[in-house]
């Protein structure tokens, strides 16, 4: 009691990784938010945890099994993100813990910048950009580089993401097929049995299919080869996906013609090995970062972690919850 108005503490959430401003504003406005304690302070996490009532996490944060069964209080773990697989949402069914994500809201944004990689590696734009500015172009043209419309488009998954890469690429009049676990009944793409047969049969292969171990090292030496020499990789997905040993010296060798990436095995941590390939593009994971879609991500991520505190509907649960909570 302070003046006379009694002072009433705002719900405890873990940050489990570090969060977007939009997303820790907003969570500053309701709650009190432990930055990682569980990290950086376990003594004082053990006498925190039981107050923990959600997990805000990323995309890229580990949410083991072992700390949510820290966690008696809990009633979400809200990912600012598609992906989920640092998240052990096995565990968290089990509790009766939901897990939510954010997808459909950033779908546009990753499909733009899977094309603009088709088109960086093919036309070779972020080349051409150092030629000219290192002066060379007085001392002869850039060689060629490779058409994009009209080429052949392999997507390796075909979720909403997919799906809109195959837009985008339907208007440059690419020809598109894709793998997935099962067929897209509904999809006028052609569906092909796996990774290394549809490589075979794509100028661009674009990997957008989760990370996670049932998909580590999907892309390998074998579905590299598949590619070719005059094929191009774009990964927009997760570094697991490909075994970036096996694309570095498919690279390195002539194995593929280049590639597109905005996603690495060990992030940030990018190998020295990819700095100086010409035919490589690389990105820091941008696929999602404009304003105007981490916003709303943030908004998203938000909403999910109030409906869960406060025993609403949740709005983006994760599949797997969906599917052990029919309605």
Wanted: no cysteine; net charge neutral.
């Amino acid at each position: 009691m302070i003046g006379g108005s009694l002072v009433l503490s705002k719900p405890d959430v873990l940050a489990a990784a570090p969060l977007h401003p939009f997303f820790r504003q907003a969570l500053d406005s309701l709650y009190t938010v432990h930055d990682r304690t569980h990290q950086t302070d376990p003594q004082a996490f053990a006498a925190l945890a039981p107050r923990i009532v959600a997990v805000a996490a990323t995309g890229e944060a580990i949410v083991p099994g072992s700390l949510l069964r820290q966690l008696p209080q809990a009633k979400v773990v809200s990912v600012f993100g598609v992906g989920y697989d640092g998240v052990d949402v096995a565990t968290a069914v089990e509790l009766g813990l939901p897990v939510t994500h954010t997808p459909g809201v950033l779908s546009d944004d990753v499909a733009d910048l899977a094309m603009g990689l088709v088109l960086a590696v093919g036309r070779q734009i972020a080349l051409a950009d150092q030629f000219v500015r290192a002066g060379r172009w007085p001392q002869g043209p850039l060689a060629l580089g490779r058409k994009v419309s009209g080429a052949r488009m392999g997507i390796v998954g075909m979720g909403r993401i997919g799906q809109a890469i195959a837009r985008r690429a339907q208007a440059f009049g690419m020809s598109i097929a894709y793998t997935t676990r099962t067929v897209k009944a509904d999809l006028p793409y052609r569906h092909v049995a796996d990774a290394t047969a549809l490589a075979r049969e794509s100028d661009f292969l674009v990997v957008i299919t989760p990370g996670g171990a049932a998909t580590r090292h999907l892309i390998n030496a074998q579905v590299l080869q598949a590619l070719g020499p005059s094929g191009f990789l774009i990964n927009v997905a997760r570094g697991s996906v490909v075994d970036e040993q096996a694309l570095i010296e498919a690279l390195q060798k002539g194995t593929i013609a280049g590639a597109g990436l905005d996603v690495f095995a060990d992030e940030p941590r990018v190998p020295e090995a990819l700095w100086t390939m010409p035919q490589v593009v690389l990105t820091p994971h941008m696929a999602s970062a404009t304003t105007q879609t981490r916003q709303a991500m943030a908004d998203l991520a938000f909403a999910n972690i109030r409906a869960g505190i406060e025993g609403q509907s949740l709005l983006t649960p994760v599949p797997e919850w969906v599917a052990a909570h029919p309605r």
